[in-house]
């Protein structure tokens, strides 16, 4: 069964850094691009990030809104991809879900996802 | 690019035809999937390439469309199928979510 959990959300304050972690279980890790979507409080979906697998160099790429403030990076031996948050806004704060990507008739999708762990960014 | 649904917000029946509507700033050809969200719940993919059904989804719900305009399609509603529905091009980055459609039933 493909378990995706993620962990590390907490409390922060306008300014400050955070990691999230999701770990994997059930499925080879190595072979899939994985990303990072997260949703605002009472707010629709916001796409994130990627990191694609080794066979592509674990390139990444980011939504617009973090660009330069947020990165993705990735530990196959632990099949765990984190996230790297810096200089956070209170506008960052929601729920970050991690998503397996998994490519098929010709396009990636987002077929198993995690429960999703909170960050707030307050003073 | 930009993903529109319409419409926002839907009620509707036990038994219903409903269909959503996603449309794409410009040309995305297949790579849209569709995705159900319950309250409290993560999303679940439910169609993925415009038109193929996730392994274990429903046969009452479809998928259509291709380039700028896209539709899913839910044949016969049943009470489960409350939540929101959000639609996803993966064609170019960055991805982009429409801003979902919340059905209630």
């Known amino acids: 069964e493909v378990q995706l959990v993620e962990s590390g959300g907490d409390l922060v304050q306008p300014g400050g850094s955070l990691r999230l972690s999701c770990t994997a279980s059930g499925f080879s890790f190595s072979d899939h691009y994985m990303d990072w979507v997260r949703q605002a409080p009472g707010k629709g979906l916001e796409w994130v990030g990627r990191?694609?697998?080794?066979?592509?160099?674990?390139?990444?790429?980011?939504g617009a809104s973090v660009i330069g403030r947020f990165t993705i990076s990735r530990d196959d031996s632990k099949t765990s991809m984190f996230l790297h948050m810096n200089s956070l806004k209170t506008e960052d704060t929601a729920v970050y879900y991690c998503a397996r990507a998994t490519f098929g008739s010709g396009t990636y999708f987002l077929d198993s996802w995690g429960q999703g762990t909170l960050v707030t960014v307050s003073s | 690019i930009q993903m529109t649904q319409s419409p926002a917000f839907l009620s509707a029946s036990v038994g219903d035809r409903v269909t959503l509507t996603c449309r794409a700033s410009?040309?995305?050809?297949?790579?849209l999937g569709w995705y159900q969200q319950r309250p409290g719940k993560a999303p679940k993919l439910l169609i993925y390439?415009?038109?193929h059904l996730q392994t274990g989804v429903p046969s009452r719900f479809s998928g259509g469309g291709s380039d700028t305009e896209f539709t899913l399609t839910i044949s016969s509603l049943q009470p489960e199928d409350f939540g929101t529905y959000y639609c996803?091009?993966?064609?170019?980055?960055?991805?982009?979510f429409g801003q979902g459609t919340r059905l209630e039933i």
């Open positions: 996803l091009q993966d064609v170019a980055y960055p991805l982009t």
């Open positions: 390439a415009t038109s």
């Open positions: 410009q040309g995305i050809g297949n790579d």
């Open positions: 990191t694609r697998n080794k066979a592509n160099s674990y390139n990444t790429e980011y």
